[in-house]
């Protein structure tokens, strides 16, 4: 079993900056995918950016509408992902959920519990 423990949610002033973080633990972590995504109030759950696990190390992907405002990084021990999101405006305001994603012919994914935050005008 994987547990997952996000932190670095909160109140922040538009145009401010946050970094969160999301430590796992439970299971072998090198090789597998770490992530975030969000759910604003009254929306579905979207993807944000993610840390892929390749042979030559990990790479990045980001929400297109993101991307030049945020910056994920990976443990090379693999078991934490942080990152860090500029220039906040309120719509980002949202519930940030760490993914962990176990690829191969079985995936299998585990969520984090989320951490909440609220970006004020």
């Known amino acids: 079993q994987v547990q997952m423990v996000e932190s670095g949610g909160g109140v922040v002033q538009a145009g401010g900056s946050l970094r969160l973080s999301c430590v796992a633990s439970?299971?072998?972590?090198?090789?597998?995918?770490m992530g975030w995504y969000r759910q604003a109030p009254g929306k579905g759950r979207e993807f944000v950016a993610m840390?892929?696990?390749?042979?030559?190390?990990?790479?990045?992907d980001y929400d297109d509408f993101a991307k030049d405002r945020i910056t994920i990084n990976r443990e090379n021990a693999g078991n934490a992902t942080y990152m860090e999101i500029n220039s906040l405006k309120p719509e980002r305001t949202a519930i940030y959920y760490c993914?962990?994603?176990?690829?191969?012919?079985?995936?299998?994914?585990?969520w984090g519990q989320g951490t909440q935050v609220t970006v004020s005008s």
């Open positions: 439970g299971r072998t972590l090198v090789n597998v995918d």
């Open positions: 993914k962990l994603h176990v690829p191969g012919p079985m995936p299998v994914d585990y």
């Open positions: 840390t892929r696990w390749t042979w030559r190390g990990y790479t990045r």
